[in-house]
């Protein structure tokens, strides 16, 4: 870097945390906006472009690395004086799940451990004689935020916290006993401490979050912070509520939470929960019912304060809206499911369709949960899984099955938020989705973004599964997936005609960026590893002008995170997961006290599939070595390291 009048050690840090970028591990800081002050600053330049350098994916010649999480990529910032700074990235964990971490009271608590509705531990008796307390291997959707006037004892610099959810745990201890969706998601705030001089953050109190006032919560996956700086939840796969009594699965769910099989009612499940932290590090959950039930995994509230785009991890899912009635309060608004026009493609390059909007339905959600609290789904309507050979019967797909429909006289609200999925397909909406996951927002640009876990069968033109009347119908298949974008506009109506009341409602959708189908290569990926493959988690920085992918691939041997340039059209692999661990917990924090955060966690390292076959035998004694025989999973964040400026006393 080009020398500034050879500034003192105070001026050089005063530089450096003036122009913050991310946190570094060294001691100094890094560099997005420039501002300086006192009597011995010199100028300072300011940000011209930062760029991302990716690393190469790691191989078995490293096995190492593919045994843990790996960075081995760099930022490069331009300012503009001519100088250049280089950062090195690298992961900070806070800790892994099943480590004990301090609860802020003199003692420790269970990272990542499952409570009963009564608040007492839940127990794995898999293993004769060896109980243990049930800790999740899978940490998710994770919140960075400050509070003003935040009271956590022992913070020595700022107060930081984040809100982690454990979106389920893969196995009991024995190994054998499946416990996916057995168990009621736990959720908590982590109080950081956050070092003025480097953006360093340490840990300092886990609080574990009471849910027992929500029902408990089912499956929580992907997450995010909203514009008034809550963490919104997620309650993905919702239970079916026409099968429950067969469900074992919600059965055991319900021993777990309740004590029982039968105590835990699946419209209480499925809907949007929301955390708020308080200034001592604690914090209250609420449930949004108003919001649909459906396959929630990222909800993306758009600057306006009010308009709530949502994500759909189901097949046969949809793209819904959320309009609230009033700014910063979601317990209350209207919901529309999207209608696709012709025209969406795998292509890029192709045009893309345009979206109307199918009004669903308005409702508070104190009245759903009174409506969740007593009705069965019979009341509601009639489902049938074999042709009726009646007309008053609608034919839908759900899940990728066939059923026929037929709504009860005056059910329309129940319908349109307990069961959603059926009464988006009822009324239309383009219900062919397969795994529309993360959601995020470029605000500059005025387009949000969706990714695509994998674009098949109901998704592609002239497979059985694929119904033409949703008027979705790609070119092509590609298990890889891809991301959509979606133009923002003003002055829409609904399909009835009525205003939407809101500036940003996606009018048309293409195709951003996509991954690209192999045969499989001599690691095993049958995804291309230089290519996004399975996209799920999406954050964009307006600062960074990137949009950040982390990965769910049945296709990568290791899953990755990437930075995307949505001006350069650069793309950079930012990380790589243990081998068989996915990439979530996904957030970016432009300015967090002067520092910029990129928070990243991985779930369930190890979760061997055909794609893993030549790299088993190596990998696996490293990730039971580094991860609790796999039953630990890491929850942290990306940092950063100076490599190209030294300080002067």
């Known amino acids: 870097m080009t020398q500034v009048s050879q500034p003192s050690r105070r001026q050089a840090l005063k530089f450096l945390s003036a122009t913050t970028l991310l946190p570094l591990s060294g001691g100094a800081a890094s560099l997005l906006s420039a501002c300086g002050g006192g009597s011995d600053d010199v100028a300072l330049p300011t940000l011209v472009s930062a760029t ?97 006037n935040a009271t956590v004892a022992g913070i020595k610099g700022k107060a930081v916290f984040a809100v982690v959810q454990f979106e389920y745990t893969t196995w009991a201890q024995d190994g054998k006993t499946d ?12 109080s950081l401490d956050q070092d003025p001089n480097t953006g360093k953050l340490t840990l300092v109190k886990y609080h ?37 009594a067969s469900n074992a699965q919600f059965k055991a769910y319900s021993k777990n939470l309740f004590g029982d099989e039968t105590t835990a009612k699946p419209y209480h499940y499925g809907h949007l929960p929301e955390v708020t932290v308080n200034p001592d590090g604690s914090a209250s959950i609420k449930k949004h019912y108003c919001l649909g039930r459906i396959s929630h995994e990222l909800i993306q509230v758009m600057p306006d304060n009010r308009t709530a785009l949502m994500g759909d991890d189901a097949t046969n899912g949809g793209l819904f809206l959320f309009v609230a009635d009033k700014e910063k309060d979601l317990s209350a608004g209207t919901l529309y499911v999207a209608r696709f026009a012709a025209g969406l493609s795998v292509d890029p390059a192709a045009a893309g369709a345009n979206i109307s909007w199918i009004k669903l339905g308005s409702a508070t959600s104190a009245e759903i949960e ?3 609290d007593t009705l069965q789904p019979t009341d509601i309507m009639e489902v049938k899984t074999t042709d009726p050979q009646d007309a008053s019967f609608t034919k839908i797909w759900l899940g990728g099955k066939v059923q026929w429909v037929k709504l009860k006289p005056g059910m329309e609200k129940a319908a349109a938020f307990l069961e959603t999925h059926r009464y988006a397909a009822l009324m239309g909406g383009s219900m062919a989705f397969t795994k529309m996951e993360g959601t995020t927002v470029n605000i500059k640009d005025k387009v949000a973004y969706s990714a ?13 599964a694929n119904n033409e009347a949703y008027n979705v119908g790609m070119d092509k298949a590609l298990v890889a997936g891809g991301i959509l974008a979606h133009s923002l506009s003003s002055g829409q109506k609904d399909t009835a005609g009525g205003a939407m009341a809101s500036d940003w409602v996606p009018s048309s ?27 799920d988690n999406l954050k964009f920085s307006e600062k960074l002008r990137t949009l950040f992918i982390g990965e769910d691939s049945g296709q990568h041997v290791n899953n ?9 059209k650069q793309l950079s692999r930012l990380m790589s997961m243990p081998a068989g661990a996915e990439a979530t917990g996904l957030g970016v924090v432009d300015d967090l006290n002067g520092w910029t955060y990129i928070t990243s966690n991985f779930q369930h390292p190890g979760d061997w599939t055909g794609i893993h076959g030549v790299v088993k035998s190596t990998l696996e004694p490293l990730i039971n070595a580094n991860y609790k025989n796999r039953f630990g999973a890491a929850v942290g964040y990306l940092t ?5 400026i030294k300080l002067r006393k």
């Open 370 to 372: 009174r409506m969740a």
């Open 452 to 464: 695509l876990q994998n674009i098949q069968t109901s998704m592609v033109k002239g497979h059985a």
């Open 640 to 644: 950063g390291e100076l490599s190209s």
């Open 560 to 568: 990755f995170v990437w930075a995307y340039n949505v001006d350069t």
């Open 52 to 148: 991302f350098k990716g690393m190469a994916a790691p191989t078995l010649s490293a096995a190492a690395a593919m045994a843990q999480t790996s960075v081995g990529s760099a930022l490069d910032v331009a300012l503009s004086d001519g100088s250049t700074q280089t950062f090195k990235l690298a992961y900070a964990p806070f800790f892994v799940t099943g480590d004990m971490v301090p609860d802020g009271q003199g003692g420790t608590v269970l990272a990542g451990g499952y409570y009963d509705i009564r608040n007492q531990p839940i127990m794995d008796n898999s293993v004769a004689d060896k109980p243990r307390q049930f800790f999740s291997d899978s940490p998710d959707g994770t919140s960075l935020l400050s509070l003003p």
């Open 509 to 535: 959708s293409k195709m951003l960026i996509t991954g690209e189908d192999i045969s499989a290569d001599a690691l095993g990926n049958t995804g291309n590893p230089d290519k996004i493959a399975n996209p």
């Open 179 to 190: 416990m996916y969706g057995k168990l009621p998601s736990p959720i908590a705030v982590l």
């Open 208 to 244: 574990r979050v009471d849910t027992s006032s929500v029902h408990g919560l089912w499956i929580t996956c992907g997450s995010s912070l909203s514009p008034w700086g809550t963490h919104l939840s997620s309650e993905e796969y919702e239970p079916d509520a026409f099968t429950i």
